[in-house]
């Protein structure tokens, strides 16, 4: 059963600079191609994602683009630094656009992202992962997305120190754990829906 998995990642810095977001979101994706699940990056700065919660706002607007991967893959990554305790501006973008899959069915009637799997992944040298990740479930959760047990990955670094998770030597092992329990419960649970997907509207 071919699955696809495609990680959003919603740094400020646009590519091809360092990210620490851009950083977890890959090493998600190397654990899910253990169970034999391509995957792409979306650096989403790297776009002109236009403000607004329509499918395409007009003028440029790239989402379109961005939008058309998410249809494309089983799994959706969400990949966000903390910046001042919350979310980038960039991930909060991508949830408001999202909302436009709210008014999309398939042909059973069904919302067209029900079938598919949410993760989330935090960085940050501040706290804040916990809240992000409950506000990003909510919402990844109200547009039609399943999220799976522990299907969240963070670190944060020390309090009022500047190391990012990509200055580290090495993954801490804590990380690599849940890393490794979010792909593994992600693939799982595709798999499953991809078999027998949610009952059709009635």
Sequence with gaps: MALRAVAFVCSLKPSPASSSSELIARQLLDELSTYDI???VVRVVDYDVRPGVEADMGGGDQ???LREKVAEADIFILSTPTWMGHMSSIAQRVLERLDAALSETDDAGRPALFDKIALAAVVGNEDGAHKIVADLFQ?????????PAQGCTYWNGEAMQGTDYNDLDETPDAVKSTNATSARNAA???RLLKADAYPAAR
């Design 63 to 65: 989402w379109p683009q």
């Design 188 to 190: 799982h649970l595709a």
């Design 38 to 40: 391509t995957g792409e």
């Design 139 to 147: 919402a990844l959760n109200d547009t039609g997305f399943t999220v």
